[in-house]
């Protein structure tokens, strides 16, 4: 049994905060670079050109990519094999994400309560997953989620009556609903199966997934594809302003589910689609 003090865990979120928030993945920039290769409207490359300008300044000057720093997902493997010592794992997660937006100077964007409102003031809590797995190691991993993109995500219960169809279906119409308010080009994370609320954590889950992976199941492998390629046919473009660029990546996570079921939920993340990683 590996002992490990949760005081390791608040700073490493407390750094991957600011991380994430000042630094794309590579994976990302790539994505980007290569619809801007591709584009040939003049004002879909211009917009492309303003992005990867901004993120390199974000690179170079290490300032937030973006004004909406996020809410703070953080999503930890925890092997079987630690034991979690000195205090509370959820505190501890939540006072390395007050330490990291006040460092940081991100934007505090938390509410304390849904409907009355009201600000934290330090961006807690955290939106804290945990999962249980082999080994003696613990992932981290932080994804701060903006909202003028989750709040274009949808949840749809199909019966299995509606196939693939209804599938491809759905997740054209969320895309195409949400038009130029994720701020395009967008990632696509979509969970199919589980329950309600497993469909919607595998959608999350798949945007953490790099866009230069595909599914390791074939038939899901070239969903990805084809949805990607029909999403970027409806021409919403960059900003909304018309391209082959709506969408720079797709990714499909699936689990099994019940005979009477069909769960898809469909996650819109912008192009700033921040997540940074660390193994303890």
Known sequence: MREVNVSQLTDVVERLCIEANEHLPSDVKCAIEHCRACEDGEIAQGVLDNIIENYKIADAENVPICQDTGMACVFLEIGQDVHLTGGDLAEAIDEGVR?????????????????????TGDNTPAMLYTEIVPGDKIKVTVGPKGFGSENMSMIRMFKPSAGLQGIKDFILEVVETAGPNPCPPMVVGVGIGGTFDKCALLAKKALMRPLDSENPDPFYADLEKEMLEKINKLGIGPQGFGGKTTAIGLNIETLPTHI??????????CHVTRHKTEVI
């Open 99 to 119: 330490r990291g937006y006040d460092k940081g100077y991100l934007r505090k964007s938390v509410v304390k309560d849904p409907v009355r409102r009201g600000n």
């Open 260 to 269: 009477a079921g069909m769960p898809c939920a469909v996650n819109i993340n």
